[in-house]
């Protein structure tokens, strides 16, 4: 499934840091699933999210009810039979088959179930486990030799049968044993529809032409949520086939993995839909939907239907991802010469859906904003999100669906891999997009600092995870990134075949990836190699100096890299449950140019036995080390080094790639948060920028400076910072125009410049972006803004205007019924300067009729990011303790949020006499209350460390015209 691919206003990606956890701002709007399970994952701010999404890493015993009555209630001292405290299915039982009908009742949103199992007993036993959680039996299970479970099969009386909760079993015991041999298991039941996101659940929206209300009826079942919907072997190895027949009112339609073979009207105002059968296959990736939605078809080389559903309203939008899911499909049968197995594949844009994709084998579901592309209401960002994300899910019909991972805790497999090719692949597809350079930005970048600090390993221990987050998404692709470079693209898509040909049908771990691609490689092997990239977490810092015994050489040292820097890199952290299996040390692939000849890639290992790397770097020349950002590590040098790439890059920025100086830009400053380099390394880097146009230095440059400006916001410096960022974004202004002409990457450099160029101050694109904006205010239908565009128009709009204008937009997040629309004017209304609008807003988010609830932290958040905003929104929460006392139960999460950018000693001592004033005892409060006030003091211990230098620097580079 997918979860990533960011979209993300620059703004947003001061990535907000606490307890080694980030979460960009947009996370919280578009991807609040994310950052929520990372969040209560230690145990931060909960309570806050869980009105937003329903977070369920096990199975709550408490919705699991059965009426038979032999049930014995489970005691403290154990399981009633011993094989229930194992978390793992014993392997006496395998599925093969699965029959099952379920009859929804769209009153009381509840379904019937009937499922038939066929099953392979290969070790004798009297006892057979499924899972089932919240499923409630309406007769005891019967057990046969005959599927049809009348007088001509022989019945195995069940001698008992229940629940146990813990780990979501049902049981069967039967009075005598069963031989080794093929049986039949009959289940009678019921299971809710669920209100939350995840299992099978409903959703409503309203309906454009008439809006009405609809409900719709959805499913989710990656991880464990089959067990929600039938009993089953709910484990990825235990793949079976399954045949569905599902009733539904016959005003609604609906879908499902296979084609459908038959419908029949039945008696009740009812409509029996009767499917094919599916290829072997996961319980994780069945999937059901009940709607009204209309299509669009195509057909790929082969001839596969391919369809994209939605809602009626948005019918009109879904080309484009019924484009990107043909040409991938088409793709992807190429590379690997498998034809894509199924007769159908089916896209539905799902109004209420937790993650951004969900690669059900034939039945892929979306949220809306992931597959429906509209040229003026969709962004840049969210049509390279809907690109990838739709080509990650394809890349899963081969990587997880035709060869899935053998448990969970090698989820990275299909997840990283997924990643990566989506890139690889769409970028095929979509070439001016830049897609492979997209990847450092909304992958290897993110998983650089969420590796460096709270992290696990790729392939962690069975008892952890699974893990859907940064690590398996962005650091697993990065890694198979690297792979696909080193060994080269011939050899990694070779091994790919070969291991998909192998597994087909079946399940594997990382061994035996990489023992393909060990066999298919000659002479080279992949697990010797790359296993610390895998099996320990964290990833090497690489540091290239001057040999001093050698004018013509250079030293690389490696270490593993920590945001903390007071950590010991080289030891286990005493509180994480990982160990390293290799001493934090790495096999790296070292690359890099030297300015002698910079258009020749050299090429190193630094094996991770070895205490350094000699390298040859000629006398009076600079070095730049991991060419294209490849390697998922970071790199440093001296000083000098880091000004004589400054100065090349001023002479001719040519001299390197986008990719290069990004990471130069990326990495300099994070080592100058660090304390590893003196800031005038990164801001050395930036001088160039008055002469570029391209979008990924600009964005990286941007993302960082927006950050220092962030920390001074508030001082007298701050004046300094604005007056040299605008200076070195002013040539860019005045190249890149505000008319929407180029590609889509030249279009992506123009918002990002605009964007940054405007909120400080730019006087040619305000007086633009204003223009377009008022235009569209008089006359939405004939003036409309290019979605590349709009975020910047929008956010002009409302900087520069009145409540007029504010509320213009706001009508436009009250009614729209299109979420990318929606989500845009959002993002802008955070941005007024005007103190009265502010709290005027602050008032709305507490106001259910006003601001949907399950955006009011959202809103905070964003607000703080606004530099008027910043010192409101903690005045909003001191003043309204009551409030949110009274919502959340604690106010401890509510002041992290609002006051955790303040930087001064008046707003520091104004918190901890909050702090004493409304004392709370709660489990997270003093931790929450220690990590606030630390976040303050860290804020204003930086601004007197680095506010004068700031200033100096910018004052002496400030030129005055
Ligand atoms: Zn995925």
């Known amino acids: 499934m997918s979860e990533k691919n960011h979209p993300s206003y620059h703004e947003n990606d001061h990535a907000e840091k606490q307890n080694g956890i980030y979460c960009s701002l947009v996370n919280l ?56 405290s194992n978390p793992r299915l014993p392997n006496t039982v395998r599925p093969l088959n699965y029959t099952f009908q379920l009859d929804f009742d769209m009153n009381q949103f509840k379904i019937n179930g009937i499922n038939v199992i066929e099953i392979n007993v290969t070790s004798t036993t009297n006892i057979i486990l ?25 019945n195995f009386a069940v001698a008992d049968h229940g629940t146990y909760a813990k780990n979501s079993y049902y049981y069967v015991v039967l009075r005598e044993n069963l031989a080794i041999g093929v049986y039949y298991i009959k289940f009678n039941y019921v299971a809710a529809i669920s209100s939350g996101l995840f299992g099978l659940y409903k959703y409503q929206y309203t309906r454009a032409f008439d809006h009405e209300v609809i409900w719709g009826i959805a499913s989710q079942l990656e991880a464990s949520y089959a067990r929600q919907v039938l009993p089953c072997f709910d484990e990825p190895a235990l793949k079976a086939r399954f045949t569905a027949t599902i009733i539904i009112p016959n005003n609604y339609t609906t879908r499902w993995n296979m084609p459908l073979l038959k419908k029949e009207a039945m008696a009740n105002n009812k409509n029996r839909y009767q ?67 199924l007769p159908k594949q089916d896209h539905v844009a799902i109004p209420a859906f937790s993650f951004t994709g969900m690669e059900n084998w034939g039945l892929c579901l979306y949220r809306e904003q992931f597959i429906i592309y509209n040229y003026y209401l969709t962004t840049l960002t969210f049509k390279r999100a809907i ?36 890139s690889y692949a769409a970028n095929t597809y979509l070439p001016s997009m830049k897609l492979m350079e997209f990847f450092t930005v909304d992958e290897l970048r993110n998983g650089l600092v969420v590796d460096s600090s709270a992290s696990h390993p790729l392939v962690p221990p069975a008892q952890y995870g699974p893990f859907f987050d940064v690590i398996t998404y962005s650091k697993g692709g990065s890694i198979f990134r690297m792979i696909h470079n080193y060994v080269g693209n011939d050899d ?59 004018t013509n050489g250079g030293i690389v040292n490696q270490a593993r890299y920590l945001s903390n820097t007071n950590a010991n890199p080289s030891v286990d952290n005493p509180t994480s449950p990982y160990k390293s299996t290799c001493g934090y040390k790495w096999n790296i692939p070292i690359t890099y140019v030297t300015s002698n000849n910079p258009t020749t890639t050299m090429k190193a290992n630094f094996y991770k036995n070895t205490s350094n790397l000699q390298i040859s770097w000629p006398n009076n020349t600079w070095i730049k080390a991991n060419i294209d950002q490849i390697g998922f ?108 002409i180029g590609t889509d990457i030249e279009k992506e450099a123009r918002s990002e410049v605009l964007k940054s160029a405007c909120t400080l101050g730019n006087t040619a694109c305000i007086v633009n972006t204003s223009r ?62 005007d103190p009265y609008i502010i709290n005027r807003y602050l008032q709305f988010a507490t106001d259910p009729t006003k601001i949907d609830p399950s955006n009011t932290m959202t809103v905070f958040v964003f607000l703080t990011f606004n ?58 409060a003093a931790a929450s209350e220690a990590q606030t006030i630390a976040a303050i003091n860290a804020n204003i211990k930086y601004l007197n460390k680095y506010g004068k230098t700031f200033s100096t620097w910018f004052k002496q580079n400030i030129k005055m015209d």
């Open 130 to 154: 499924v899972h089932a959680d919240g499923l409630t039996m309406l007769a005891a299970p019967q057990v046969a030799n005959h599927a049809n479970f009348n007088t001509n099969s022989t």
């Open 492 to 550: 990694f898509v070779a091994s790919l075949k070969h291991y998909l040909t192998k597994f087909s049908y079946k399940t594997a771990i990382t061994e035996q990836l990489f023992a393909v691609m060990t066999t298919t490689i000659n002479k080279f092997n992949v697990s010797n190699y790359f296993d610390c990239w895998v099996y320990q977490m964290g990833y090497p810092l690489v540091t290239v100096t001057r040999d001093s015994s050698n």
């Open 387 to 422: 690109a990838t994300t739709i080509t990650n899910e394809i890349a899963h019909m081969w990587f997880g669906n035709l060869v899935t991972m053998t448990f969970w805790n090698h989820l990275w497999t299909k997840e990283g891999m997924a990643t990566f090719l989506s």
């Open 29 to 84: 709007v578009t991807f609040i699933a994310v950052c929520v399970i990372l969040i209560v994952t230690v145990g931060l701010i909960t309570g806050l999210i869980s009105h937003r999404i329903i977070v369920k890493s096990t199975p709550i015993s408490s919705t699991v009810r059965h009426t038979t009555p032999t049930m014995i209630p489970t005691t403290l001292t154990g399981p009633k039979y011993s094989q229930l």
């Open 275 to 341: 499917f094919g059968t599916t290829l072997v296959m996961s319980t994780y990736l069945l999937a059901f939907t009940v709607d009204n939605f209309d299509f669009v078809e195509g057909r790929t080389a082969r001839n596969t239907r391919i369809r994209v559903y939605a809602r009626e309203s948005v019918k009109n939008d879904t080309y484009f991802a019924l484009g990107v899911a043909t040409n991938m499909t088409e793709f992807f049968e190429n590379l690997l010469a498998i034809p894509y197995p």
């Open 867 to 924: 530099p008027v905003g910043r010192d409101l929104v903690w005045e909003y929460v001191r003043q309204n303790t009551g409030y949110f006392m009274n919502r959340f139960k604690s106010t401890r999460p509510i002041v992290n949020i609002a006051s955790r950018r303040l930087n001064s000693q008046f707003r520091l001592n104004q918190v901890k006499q909050f702090f004493k004033d409304h004392p709370e005892s709660g489990p997270n």
């Open 633 to 740: 590590y970071r790199v440093n040098y001296d000083l000098s080094n880091w000004d004589a790439l400054a100065t090349a890059l001023q002479i001719d920025h040519s001299v390197l790639s986008n990719l290069d100086i990004a990471s130069l830009l990326d990495d300099a400053f994070q080592f100058a948060a660090n304390d590893m380099v003196d800031y005038m390394a990164p801001l050395n880097l930036t001088k160039y920028l008055s002469k570029e146009i391209d979008f990924l230095p600009w964005h990286m440059a941007n993302k960082h400076l927006d950050t220092i400006g962030g920390r001074l916001t508030g001082s007298s410096y701050y004046q300094d910072y604005i007056q040299y960022h605008l200076q070195i974004l002013k040539p860019a202004v005045d190249t890149l125009g505000v008319i929407d």
């Open 772 to 833: 377009m904006f008022y235009a569209y205010m008089q006359d939405p239908i004939r003036n409309k803004i290019p979605g590349s565009l709009r975020e910047v128009a929008f956010r002009t709009g409302i900087e520069y205007g009145s409540v007029q204008e504010w509320d213009f937009v706001y009508n436009i997040y009250r009614t729209t019924l299109i979420p990318t629309e929606r989500s845009s004017a959002f993002y802008a209304m955070s941005f007024p300067r």
